[in-house]
């Protein structure tokens, strides 16, 4: 998002609540982050009072621990355990349901959740993850119609990163930490700065319609440079940074590399990291009746690549071992996503390095192997 000044309003914090009471006037169901169980979580959110003012995180390779502020930012961390594919992509969905009276059988599809969706602080690479799910879940033959109900409606709060977060490397994926495209309001907060307050950029006419609503002005030269300075310090703060230079390349021609057995020996197969990636999208149907046997239903859910079954093809897994199902992972998000999708699956947000229980870490997996490519 470039801050130009003849647009750059502030919004205070009270305006915030204001914006979310707009939504919700308009019939959105808001969703934003918020403290729950020791992490920052999103849920539904009806007032900043909900929001985790004052909070940010410690994160590393196996670890995540919340921490007091010393000011009281509402969005003064990077990114938790959840992903905004909880909302648009749900671990559960369910497909159709069937009831029998023993002659006929009536089959009812599940219509899609028509209410439209507000997600309050989502960050750039956030936004990137999202857009690589529309390519995925929207496209194509096989688009999702759940997933293309959701995404109709939706209506984006973004907000800058005015703090970097141990794992993430979202400045090597060129995927932030400001947002470019893809929001309808995008905030920075300036409580950093002393200020309780937002530099707020309209990205959409419906952004501008909502900010009718709720009282803000233009932000002054001295603000915007603020909020520029806080954003350009979180790109140099990076917990990491990720090799991308031919990478693809590099992670195909080392297929048969000795470190992805390394990797493997640490490896529990236990799937966390794609289930907190934002862009892993797998699924699979399970059917389940009822004990009368008279209902039966089919659920979509969640996925995963290190589970010994979703290999399973006639007479067998084709991934029997966890080397083969870490190196199905990492070169899908980072080498033949390019050849799939146009783009890397990885957007540096760290949450695969944060929540692996053994800190396997994506960034140094590919500088062991390139450290020792052959060319
Ligand atoms: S890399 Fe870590 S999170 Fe992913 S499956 Fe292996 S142990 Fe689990
Ligand atoms: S692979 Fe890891 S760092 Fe990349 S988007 Fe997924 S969870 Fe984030």
């Given amino acids: ?3 130009e000044p003849q647009s750059a309003q502030l919004l205070t914090s009270e305006g915030l609540d204001q914006l979310l009471k707009a939504l919700r006037r308009g019939g959105y169901r808001t969703v934003g982050p918020t403290v729950r169980e020791g992490v920052i979580a999103y849920e539904d959110i009806d007032s900043v009072e909900h929001l985790p003012r004052g909070w940010t995180e410690e994160q590393s390779g196996g670890h995540y621990r919340l921490r007091r502020r010393e000011d009281d930012a509402l969005f003064g961390y990077a990114v938790g355990p959840h992903s905004w594919k909880a909302f648009l992509h749900p671990p559960r969905q369910r497909l159709w349901r069937a009831r029998g009276d023993g002659d006929t059988v009536q089959i009812e599809r599940e219509s899609p959740d028509r209410q439209p969706l507000a997600l309050i602080g989502v960050r750039a690479c956030e936004l990137q993850a999202v ?9 194509g033959a096989y688009g999702d119609p759940h997933y293309r109900a959701r995404r109709a409606d939706t209506f984006i709060v973004a907000v800058n990163c005015t703090v970097a977060g141990g794992t993430c490397f979202c400045v090597s994926m060129d995927c932030g930490p400001n947002v ?9 907060e300036l409580a950093a700065a002393g200020l309780p307050a937002f530099v707020l950029q309209s990205g959409t006419p419906a952004g501008r319609k909502v900010l009718e609503e709720i009282p803000h002005r233009p932000a002054t030269e001295s603000e915007i440079a603020a909020a520029r300075a806080r954003v350009q310090q979180t790109a140099q703060h990076m917990g990491r940074q990720m090799p991308v230079e031919s990478l693809p390349q590099l ?20 799937g966390n990291c794609t289930m907190v990636c934002p862009t892993c999208f797998c699924t699979t149907v399970e059917d389940s009746s009822d004990l009368s046997g008279q209902e039966t239903s089919r659920t979509q859910r969640w996925d995963s690549c290190f ?5 399973y093809l006639h007479g067998g897994s084709v991934r029997q071992s966890a080397r083969a199902r870490y190196r199905q992972w990492m070169t899908h998000k980072l080498a033949t996503w390019h050849l799939q999708f146009g783009s890397s699956g990885c957007v540096g947000c760290g949450r695969c390095i944060t929540w692996c229980p053994v800190g396997i870490d994506i960034t140094e997996e590919v500088n062991a192997i390139r450290a020792s490519d052959p060319g």
């Fill in 307 to 311: 589970a010994v079954d979703f290999a």
């Fill in 251 to 270: 992670l195909l021609r080392n297929l048969e590399h000795p470190r992805w057995r390394e990797v493997a020996d640490r490896c529990l197969a236990c």
């Fill in 131 to 139: 857009a690589i799910q529309d390519k995925v879940l929207l496209g």
């Fill in 180 to 188: 470019a495209t893809g929001f309808d309001l995008a905030l920075t």
């Fill in 1 to 3: 998002m470039s801050l």
